[in-house]
């Protein structure tokens, strides 16, 4: 079945820094989406990428996805303390209707 | 306009009973989901559904059952609660396929 992988597991940055989490998948998707959930909250949207090689960007923050689309990525710029939580990737199939969420990538800024 | 409810928030359950998580939504999407997130293995889905009368099996759905009877209602049982069955639950919604998803505030759910 479809698995989604996300690298790193953890990652702790001094404010300020830059941040960058990875997603890949074991099959092509139509689309990823990405999601941030702050601690003890629910996911919360973020972005959709559906073009193959698309860039977006939300002001310090960079989405990505792959040539191949099986792969994204979201890098985040001078690093704030409002960046603290997990982020999370989810694709799908084409003619699925289910989402598969990556492991997520669990973000400590250090101030 | 509540969104995504789900109830009950928090739940302590023994080994061997049963219970239904509610996943109610008032925004008229088709499609709705059940994951459970537990530390270190992201979210995962149990089940989900297209439209209401409908649903299919997700990743990890052994030891769970849904029902859509209606389309504003999600429901997801327990019938034999398992210690390996505790995590938070988390229900979501789609207005259709590529559209984000709506997610519940989550419910706690342990069992001993």
């Known amino acids: 079945g479809q698995q989604v992988m996300q690298i790193p597991q953890y990652q702790h940055v001094q404010e300020g820094e830059d941040f960058t989490t990875y997603c890949n998948s074991s099959?092509?998707?139509?689309?990823i989406q990405w999601y941030k959930q702050r601690p003890g909250g629910h996911p919360v949207f973020l972005i959709q990428l559906v073009k193959s090689g698309e860039v977006k960007k939300q002001k310090r923050l960079t989405f990505q996805f792959g040539e191949a689309k099986k792969n994204s990525s979201l890098h985040i710029t001078a690093t704030q303390t409002t960046d603290v939580g997990t982020y999370f990737c989810a694709g799908t199939n084409s003619g699925t209707y289910k989402y598969i969420f990556g492991t997520g990538t669990r973000l400590k800024v250090l101030a | 306009n509540a969104g995504v409810t789900q109830t009950p928030k928090f739940r302590v359950l023994k080994t061997g009973q049963s219970m239904t998580l509610l996943c109610a939504q008032d925004m008229n999407h088709e499609y709705m989901y059940w994951y459970r997130q537990d530390p270190g293995m992201g979210l995962r889905l149990i089940h989900y559904?297209?439209?209401?009368?409908?649903?299919a099996k997700g990743e990890v759905p052994d030891g769970y059952n849904v029902s859509r009877l209606k389309k504003q209602n999600f429901l997801l049982g327990l019938e034999s609660a398992a210690p390996s069955q505790t995590s938070v639950y988390f229900c979501a919604t789609r207005r259709d396929s590529g559209t984000e998803a709506f997610f519940g505030q989550g419910t706690r759910l342990t069992v001993v």
């Open positions: 099959t092509t998707l139509s689309n």
């Open positions: 559904s297209v439209g209401e009368g409908t649903t």
